[in-house]
């Protein structure tokens, strides 16, 4: 999970850069300073919690953890995992985006 105590020391970065915002003099500037880095907030923090959550659900060998289910149980814990993990594909490109555009 040391990827995600990463990620989630950079989320506490944006909250101080949040406050540091507050400095902006100009209203609309500061408005939008403001949005993008909420946005941003948003999104890395809604990457660490699915994170978390899929690696904590998954654990250290997945593999065996279904086999170890009955099909309808491993069933709806694949669809679960594959579901968290296409919304973090979505999101991981959503945040390049934000960082390379």
């Known amino acids: ?18 406050r540091d915002l507050q400095k902006i003099k100009a209203k609309k500037e500061r408005e939008k300073a403001v949005f993008d ?3 941003t907030y948003f999104l890395m923090k809604d990457i660490v919690d699915d994170g978390i959550r899929l690696i904590s659900s998954a654990g250290d060998d997945p593999v065996r953890k279904i086999e170890e289910m009955n099909a309808s ?5 694949l669809e679960e995992w594959d579901l968290i ?10 945040l390049q ?5």
């Open 73 to 77: 149980h491993a069933i709806r814990m």
């Open 97 to 101: 985006g934000y960082i390379y555009g």
């Open 1 to 18: 999970m040391g990827m995600f105590s990463d990620l989630s020391k950079i989320v506490d970065l944006i909250r101080s850069v949040l």
């Open 37 to 39: 880095v909420l946005k």
């Open 85 to 94: 993990i296409r919304r973090q594909g979505k999101r991981l490109y959503i």
